[in-house]
T-cell receptor, first 113, second 108 residues
Framework: DTGVSQDPRHKITKRGQNVTFRCDPI?????LYWYRQTLGQGPEFLTY????????KSRLLSDRFSAERPKGSFSTLEIQRTEQGDSAMYLC???????????FGQGTRLTVV | KNEVEQSPQNLTAQEGEFITINCSYS?????LHWLQQHPGGGIVSLFM???GKKKHGRLIATINIQEKHSSLHITASHPRDSAVYIC??????????FGKGTRLHILP
């Protein structure tokens, strides 16, 4: 297992376009988290899943944001009609069922121009 | 007031010094995570602990559940240790609450 994998690592998009990011967690980690980090700030919670169920969604997430984890394995985060304020690092983390370990992906850096 | 507070916010030290970064939390937690982030880089997990002490190389993490406090220590600090160190707590609902980070700069 090579850890939490995020794709793409970098994305530049024009304002108004839709983007989708993917996160592949550690195998058999049942919890998966999405966070957003803007420059110089700490990560902010976006949403998290236990298996395929989305348990909580931050008020930070407007209706332009949607996340899925259809089979309880990989997850996607989609942003529709991107805005410049969406420019940030989008981080994914996964945690095991026993709660003894958690790992973060390298993140997807989104730049909206 | 943030539920996870770190101190100091910024720390500059000379190479070789012993470094301590503190984290206090006000919520019930199931585990606490220490993370490292280099400028422009992703987040690297250093330690995850729910009690006692863990050591890996020159890094030591301790947690006192009763006092709701954790510390990260770096012995014989080196310029390559320069990074942002983030304390993150898993609350009872399994959400991760992040501290604002400590920016560490080790001078050669």
């Amino acid at each position: 297992d090579t850890g939490v994998s995020q794709d793409p690592r970098h994305k530049i998009t024009k304002r108004g376009q839709n983007v989708t990011f993917r996160c592949d967690p550690i195998s058999e980690h049942n919890r998966l988290y999405w966070y957003r980090q803007t420059l110089g700030q700490g990560p902010e919670f976006l949403t998290y899943f236990q298996n395929e169920a989305q348990l909580e969604k931050s008020r930070l997430l407007s209706d332009r944001f949607s996340a899925e984890r259809p089979k309880g394995s990989f997850s996607t985060l989609e942003i529709q009609r991107t805005e410049q304020g969406d420019s940030a690092m989008y981080l994914c983390a996964s945690r095991d069922r026993a709660g003894t370990e958690a790992f973060f992906g390298q993140g997807t850096r989104l730049t909206v121009v | 007031k943030n539920e996870v507070e770190q101190s100091p916010q910024n720390l500059t030290a000379q190479e070789g010094e012993f470094i301590t970064i503190n984290c206090s939390y006000s919520v019930g937690i199931s585990a606490l995570h220490w993370l490292q982030q280099h400028p422009g880089g992703g987040i690297v997990s250093l330690f995850m602990l729910s009690s006692g002490k863990k050591k890996h190389g020159r890094l030591i993490a301790t947690i006192n559940i009763q006092e709701k406090h954790s510390s990260l220590h770096i012995t014989a600090s080196h310029p390559r240790d320069s990074a942002v160190y983030i304390c993150a707590a898993f609350d009872r609902d399994d959400k991760i609450i992040f501290g604002k980070g400590t920016r560490l700069h080790i001078l050669p």
